[in-house]
């Protein structure tokens, strides 16, 4: 098994919320990958949580749990508002 990156670049920094929502789903992702890295069976798989809603909610809580640990490491955007 090829080693997987969890934390693309090795950074949480990121310029925007977006491009930090975006890291998030992206490690959300990767972990994802690590725990299953047969390929074959992820593919299998999405059928079964496509269509079952507590699991759907589940990957949900999942990335708000990486984007919430993304938005603290950059500050929260360094408190800036638009």
């Given at each position: 098994m090829e080693p997987v990156t969890l934390i693309p670049n090795n950074s949480l920094l990121t310029a925007t919320?977006?491009?930090g929502r975006q890291?998030?789903?992206k490690m959300a992702r990767l972990i994802i990958k690590t725990t299953q890295p047969?390929?074959?069976?992820?593919?299998t798989l999405r059928g079964v949580y496509a269509s079952d809603a507590m699991m759907?909610?589940?990957?949900?809580?999942?990335?708000?749990?990486?984007?919430?640990?993304?938005?603290?490491?950059?500050n929260y955007w360094h408190d800036v508002r638009p």
């Open positions: 919320p977006e491009e890291l998030a789903i047969d390929a074959q069976v992820r593919e759907l909610i589940a990957i949900g809580q999942t990335v708000a749990t990486e984007f919430s640990t993304i938005a603290a490491a950059n």
